[in-house]
């Protein structure tokens, strides 16, 4: 079979010594990063583009993969053991994960949620290999309006859908919107916002904004608001588990792993969804003594289920990626960045136009499983010792990566006075709750969005009718609207139905 | 009404007039893109002015939802009662020191600069003395150590260009 023959090939070229090197160091630093507080994987790839300048396209998308992966495994273990919420994507794992911690039972927590991790990844990338070349083949036959229709759609539920509050989200898209207007325009080259400033007129690196959103930010509240936050650290025990745990454990990874790829392939991205579907799941079936060990012992499958979901989100979500372009999450959206620094635009032709990378690149996410499942069992006692940190060192360090990744960009040290600006944006963003994947997205796909836009009206000739008149992308809109509606519809629905009983 | 909630009002009206505020100055922005639309229908100030008009629409229901008993949906404030300005200043200065040094400096220098001051402030942040010499050396020792392996890394090992004090590459 042909995928068959192109993952061999992909095998083959992942499985080159450097090649397995970058996964490697990749994996280890996206662990590291996932157990220190206020680096994330985000950060960290964004943080190393620079290195999209010298190292090949392969091996560097390998090594971000490593890292985006890694992050995943490390962030589970920060949040069973410290007491302190850690980002969203591992705040249900942190739920039962602490409890089971404080109860004893750290090293059975770690143990769960690291070999769910790898079941979860596993098997989501099998569905990654299975279904990216089908959809890619699907995608082909979007034209401009549909793919506008799609960013319009990833758009809507990345700001309106995830997050507390949808007018905060909407305004944190339209400030990333407003971002990647900055520089020339694509389609006439016209400038725009540039103000005279010729560092300006290339736009504004990705990099500089997610650095100065999450590091410099993160950084900037810690010296701000965490000075008094005490953390308390539980106990390590040794990682194993019993027959019992793994009875439970096994059903509960197979049934996160099935919520939670779905919510991969959307443009709907967010893990935040389905791993409360999969802890609710989880709670929902467990019975009698395991039922009661929820919320105070600590259950195994609370850890197992959410932990899974997440992995297998995070690793679905590469399939609307790679073919058609479109990024759910902060990470995603600078892996398209680093993609974009190579000239290559993911997307359907990806598949055909870089094969070779493509499938390097799935190869990899199997071998970077394996990879992290021995990094993160029987080495886990060595990541746990980074928790130990200092804040005042660890965060003042961050500084100094941050401004690595500002100034090997473009060798500007007016883009780390630009970095501090947008540190403080980040600052007030954090402050007032306003959710920063938003900006991100729209930073990086507003660009393609209007582009797309742009040539689907030139399609219809002028006319905006062309997005109703095809029935795709009339679908896709309206889709849209009723993600934007629905809800408020129901909740006016119900507040109208209770008055009225009421009265 | 609260001294506290007053204040969260009040911060919360600034951030709804700041949006609105960079909405209007997009806007002027987009008045001086011109229309250009050749064949497409919609041309390169299109984008900007949406952006624009978007950003006043949410700054505006902000302000409404500020005076209508606040932003909706909020965590739970910050942990601190008070932020810690004195160290966001330290933390501050240290980025500006190494904006403005890294050049001359170089990277390793210039970063372990910061490194320190940023490290005093978010010492003092969590309430530790920092008066003495000793912590002092001890960032300075710490900075340099973590600055000087990634300027090699990224200088020798990635072939990325980072301003040096000597042209060696070293340093």
């Known amino acids: 079979m042909d995928i068959w023959n192109q993952l061999i090939q992909g095998f083959v070229t992942a499985g080159t010594p450097v090649n397995l090197l970058w996964a490697f160091v990749g994996c280890a630093l996206g662990t590291a990063v996932g157990v220190l507080p206020g680096i994330g994987p985000a950060t960290a790839v964004a943080m190393l583009l620079p290195i999209t300048a010298k190292v090949d396209a392969t091996a560097s998308m390998i090594f971000f993969a490593g890292i985006y992966y890694g992050a995943m495994y490390g962030g589970s273990t920060t949040s069973i053991l410290l007491n302190t919420p850690g980002e969203t994507a591992t705040m249900v794992t942190a739920m039962e994960g602490n409890k089971m911690a404080k109860s004893g039972r750290a090293g059975a927590a770690l143990a769960t949620s690291a070999i769910g991790s790898f079941v979860a990844g596993t098997i989501a990338t099998v569905l990654v290999t299975l279904f990216a070349p089908v959809v890619a083949e699907f995608a082909v036959k979007l034209g401009p309006p549909e793919y506008f229709m799609l960013m319009l759609l990833a758009f809507t539920t990345v700001s309106a859908v995830l997050g507390q509050s949808t007018l905060r989200g909407l305004t944190a898209l339209f400030v990333g919107l407003a971002l990647g207007l900055v520089g020339l325009d694509q389609i006439t080259g016209q400038a725009r916002y540039t103000g005279g400033v010729p560092e300006l007129l290339d736009g504004i690196e990705i990099v500089l904004v997610a650095v100065g959103l999450f590091a410099v930010a993160e950084a900037m509240h810690a010296v701000l608001f965490e000075g008094k936050v005490v953390e308390s650290e539980n106990r390590m025990s040794r990682v194993s588990m019993t027959r019992e745990d793994w009875r439970r454990s096994i059903p509960a990874w197979l049934r996160g792993t099935f919520i939670g790829a779905p919510f991969g392939c959307i443009p709907a991205g967010g893990t935040e969804i389905p791993t409360f579907l999969s802890y609710a799941a989880e709670k929902k079936l467990a019975k009698g003594p395991n039922l009661a060990e929820f919320g105070t012992k600590g259950a195994i499958e609370g850890v197992a289920g959410p932990e899974a979901a997440n992995n297998a989100t995070v690793t679905a979500a590469l399939i609307p990626l790679l073919t058609l372009g479109i990024p759910v999450s902060n990470t995603t959206a600078i892996l398209l960045g680093a993609f974009q620094n190579y000239g290559i635009q993911p997307g359907p032709q990806l598949f055909s136009s870089s094969s070779a990378l493509v499938w390097a690149l799935i190869a990899s996410l199997y071998i970077g499983n394996v990879m992290l499942l021995v990094l993160n069992l029987p080495l886990v006692g060595f990541w746990v010792k980074l928790l130990k940190v200092p804040k005042p060192q660890l965060y003042a360090g961050i500084l100094i990566f941050a401004t690595v990744g500002a100034y090997g960009m473009r060798q500007s040290a007016f883009d780390l006075f630009l970095l501090y600006g947008i540190g403080l944006l980040g600052l007030v963003m954090r402050r007032f709750n306003f959710p920063t994947a938003p900006v991100v997205v729209g930073m990086i796909l507003g660009p393609l969005a209007e582009a797309q836009l742009r040539n689907a009206i030139s399609i219809g000739e002028g006319s905006p009718m062309v997005f109703l008149q095809r029935p795709m992308s009339l679908t896709l809109l309206i889709v849209v609207i009723s993600i934007l509606v629905l809800p408020r519809a129901v909740k006016w629905w119900n507040t109208r139905s209770s008055g009225a009983k009421a009265a | ?171």
Not at chain 2, 34 to 42: D, H, L, R
Not at chain 2, 60 to 88: Q, T
Not at chain 2, 92 to 98: D, E, L, P
């Open chain 2, 1 to 171: 009404m609260t001294h506290d909630n007053r204040n969260a009002s009040l911060l919360q009206g600034m951030v709804g007039l700041g949006v609105v505020a960079l909405g209007l100055g997009l806007a002027i922005g987009a008045i001086s893109i011109p229309a250009a639309a050749g064949y497409a229908g919609v041309g390169p100030n299109f984008l900007p002015w949406l952006v624009s008009l978007a950003l006043v629409a949410c700054g505006a229901f902000m302000l409404y939802e500020v005076r209508s008993g606040g932003f909706r949906h909020m965590d739970e404030g910050p942990p601190g009662e008070k932020p810690y300005w004195s160290g966001f200043v330290w933390l501050s200065a240290g980025m500006m020191v190494n904006a403005v040094l890294i050049t001359t400096l170089g990277f390793i220098f210039s970063c372990a600069v910061c490194f320190v001051l940023a490290a005093r402030g978010l010492r003092n942040s969590e309430g530790q003395a920092t008066n003495g010499l000793k912590t002092w050396v001890r960032d300075g020792i710490t900075g340099l150590l973590i600055a000087a392996p990634v300027y090699w890394m990224f200088t020798k090992f990635l072939a990325i260009n980072l301003p040096g004090l000597t042209q060696t590459g070293w340093l």
